[in-house]
């Protein structure tokens, strides 16, 4: 199962994904985890143009397509919906707990599975997701 949690700069998709991360775990689940600053860091390139968000999002799908973990969790902006449909996820979540953002163009998700509005919501997500997660396996 490949999980998208997608959103701006700063609006807690890692924190997030790090607390759904323990939870799976405890499922005896395996999980493999990317993180867009991670990928940029091991790549060197934090190119915002267009074509820059193509080959992140090309990025996930590689590592995505290449991974045997029942679980696999990519953590990014996923600015585009062309990277969010390319990378095919099973579940989208979207938080959007950032209103205003220095960082352009991201296109709001015509379609998601979860939408975070803020942080006290987080946790009933957190535990509706997992139980999504466990039935499907």
Do not use: H
């Not at 607390?19 to 405890?26: G, M």
């Not at 074509?51 to 991974?67: A, D, K, P, Y």
């Amino acid at each position: 199962m490949k999980i998208l949690i997608c959103g701006l700069p700063g609006s807690g998709k890692t924190t997030f994904a790090i607390k759904l991360i323990k939870k799976i775990k405890k499922l005896n689940k395996s999980v493999d985890y990317f993180n867009a600053d991670e990928i940029q860091a091991i790549n060197d390139d934090s190119d915002f143009s267009i074509e820059g968000r193509i080959r992140q999002g090309n990025r996930f799908l590689e590592l995505s397509s290449n991974s045997k973990a029942d679980i696999i969790i990519c953590d990014f902006i996923a600015p585009l919906e062309e990277t969010r449909n390319n990378l095919n996820p099973d579940i989208i979540i979207w938080i959007d707990t950032i209103k205003k953002s220095i960082y352009q163009n991201f296109e709001k998700p015509n379609e998601y599975d979860f939408r975070i509005r803020n942080f006290s919501n987080m946790c009933n997500k957190l535990q509706t997701i997992l139980t999504l997660i466990d039935r499907a396996s």
